[in-house]
């Protein structure tokens, strides 16, 4: 048993460091000095993360304590203490529900490394254990930021006690277990029903694209479920309370009820180990099934030549296609600003009389709406940041364009191109549909539309460039090139301190000082995002073709 244990445990530190590893670029072939600036990159780039992860768990944590504290007294005078902790619960199960299916598909399933861990003499279930506990540690992470405020809120009340505590410690340890066996559940059918269809990548797109849009819906209406929360305790507590793993988890801690929790570990337990045990029993038919619904027979034809960037253009496309993950992960930022334009056009009025209320002029808080829009936009954008993994998703197969007479500038530039058009078109598409909501003056629609589309650009260069610098190839996913890795890190907040940066200066130096209007502002803004997009050109077409000569798979 304990040989077990040690297997399982090897698995999951390998698949944790090889997680770490991504954000770092390192090389087989370095000398002392590399290695030794190599391991400071990863302390530092181990500090920064701790600190990004460090301020968000704070900021989420400070609005749930929000919440817990003022529906804590309410729920309690009413009898229904219990509610507290469910909706904790709810609230851990879902997100951690929706981040597991994204993962499963790509950890369990589709994973890169399967079959080279089945060549192996391991078995089948130590690899699926590493995997789902691998999938847990984030999990577990998000329920700090949501339970922990719920138990220190309900202390502090004087409600709780010491089973309280340890109650609260088994059931924060199984709660995960139970989304994790749901989301295994639905990745398994998603799995078993798209491998023998012909284009299961749309299925898979749509299924995973569906999930997304209802977390978003989820978000967007997030504020109107709090405040039901607050008015309609007792009508919630009623339906909730039909609902057996959640109103004995709930009970458990509330009412410190020792059988509501063996009712609830039941729940989370049983179905854990049953189809962990199913999954295993069949973890080598899942991986192994072909893929194929039909196969394709060559047939002679007359040969089309193509330009070299055309042609390099269309190879980014089939990859992208290809692959259902990434079309959800680097489209992300895409569905969001064309969803934030609709919306924002549906609610321009609510909008406008909120920006130009008499209360913000009277305090001079007044905000162009167009200010508004253009930051929405572009926030949106930056949070795919695709084009920071556009080199590193070459992976192993480096050697193929390297075999070819094209030069590595024509290789780069198509991947800016890539996402130039994939991320541009959808924003350019949603800043126009802000623009006609919006209404103004000719010279105004034509900044809304021209500033959201040159940073576009910024993007794309800025991405591939710092992508060249960090490029990362021995993922085991093709989602983790695309999602980790300290590129895509810098690349998204270093394009949100660009957005901040314009708006301090336009906030605190060229309107009140030197009272230049907004319209005017952009025009400088769109000056100066085009001149630092000019010179990261600059340097790709030149040293950075040079580092694509010389980078090291």
């Given at each position: 048993?304990s ?5 399982i445990?090897q ?9 770490g ?13 590399q ?31 929000a919440i817990f ?7 309690v ?7 507290y ?34 060549a192996?003499p ?22 700090c ?14 409600y709780?006690t ?34 023998r ?8 797109t ?6 997304f849009?209802?977390y978003m819906?989820?978000?967007?209406n ?11 305790g ?18 458990a ?14 729940c989370?337990?049983?179905?854990f ?11 080598i ?26 042609a390099l253009?269309?190879?980014e ?8 993950g ?10 969001m ?10 609610n ?26 253009i ?28 075999s ?19 991320a541009?078109?959808?924003l350019?598409l ?8 919006l ?27 710092l ?14 090139a695309v ?13 949100w ?6 708006g ?29 997009t ?5 340097w ?14």
């Amino acid at each position: 048993m304990s040989n077990d244990f040690r297997v399982i445990w090897q698995l999951t530190k390998v698949s944790m460091r090889g997680m770490g590893r991504r954000a770092v670029p390192l090389s087989s072939k370095r000398t002392k000095l590399q290695k030794a600036q190599a391991a400071g990159k990863k302390v530092g780039t181990g500090a920064a993360m701790a600190v990004l992860m460090l301020i968000l768990g704070l900021i989420f944590g400070v609005m749930f304590i929000a919440i817990f504290f003022v529906t804590r007294d309410i729920y309690v005078e009413a009898g229904i203490g219990w509610l507290y902790f469910a909706i904790a619960g709810i609230i851990v199960f879902f997100f951690s529900l929706i981040t597991a299916i994204f993962q499963a598909q790509a950890t369990i399933f589709n994973a890169k490394d399967n079959e080279l861990l089945l060549a192996m003499p391991i078995k089948p279930r130590y690899i699926l254990t590493a995997r789902i506990l691998g999938m847990l540690v984030p999990e577990y992470l998000f329920e700090c930021v949501v339970m922990i405020p719920a138990l220190v809120i309900w202390l502090i009340g004087g409600y709780g006690t010491v089973a309280t505590c340890v109650l609260w410690l088994l059931e924060f340890i199984l709660l995960p277990l139970f989304a994790m066996s749901v989301a295994s559940f639905i990745g398994w059918l998603v799995a078993a029903a798209t491998a023998r269809l012909k284009r299961r990548n749309i299925f898979s797109t749509i299924f995973t694209l569906a999930f997304f849009l209802a977390y978003m819906y989820f978000c967007f209406n997030m504020s109107g479920a709090i405040q039901k929360l607050f008015d309609n305790g007792e009508a919630i507590a009623a339906s909730l309370r039909n609902v057996f793993p959640v109103y004995h988890f709930g009970a458990a801690l509330a009412n410190g009820s020792v059988v509501s929790f063996l009712i609830f570990a039941l729940c989370a337990l049983v179905p854990f180990i049953l189809l962990t045990y199913l999954l295993s029993a069949n973890f080598i038919k899942i991986v192994t099934t072909s893929r194929a619904a039909k196969k394709f027979e060559y047939r002679a034809g007359e040969m089309k030549a193509a330009p070299v960037g055309g042609a390099l253009l269309r190879r980014e496309f089939r990859r992208y296609f290809s692959n259902a993950g990434l079309i959800l992960n680097m489209s992300i930022g895409a569905v969001m600003a064309l969803l934030a334009a609709v919306v924002f056009v549906i609610n321009r009025d609510t909008v406008l009389s909120m920006l130009l209320s008499p209360e913000f002029v009277e305090l001079g808080l007044t905000i162009n709406p167009a200010f508004i829009a253009i930051g929405i936009l572009m926030f949106c954008s930056t949070t795919s940041a695709g084009a920071a993994g556009l080199v590193s998703l070459e992976g192993k197969t480096l050697w193929l364009l390297r075999s070819l007479p094209v030069r590595g500038r024509d290789v780069l530039l198509a991947k800016v191109r890539f996402h130039v058009v994939s991320a541009g078109i959808p924003l350019f598409l949603a800043s126009v549909i802000m623009a006609v909501g919006l209404g103004g003056n000719a010279l105004g629609t034509i900044a809304l539309i021209l500033t959201p589309t040159l940073y576009t650009l910024f993007e794309g260069y800025f991405g591939v460039a710092l992508d060249l610098q960090r490029a990362r190839f021995d993922w085991t996913n093709e989602v983790q090139a695309v999602k980790q890795g300290m590129s895509v890190f810098i690349t998204m907040f270093g394009s949100w301190a660009l957005i901040i940066a314009l708006g301090v200066l336009y906030g605190l130096v060229l309107h009140p000082l030197l009272h230049i209007g907004f319209d005017a502002f952009l025009l400088v803004a769109d000056a100066i995002i085009l001149g630092v997009t000019v010179m990261i050109r600059g340097w790709l077409v030149n040293g950075g073709e040079r580092k694509w000569n010389g980078i090291d798979s």
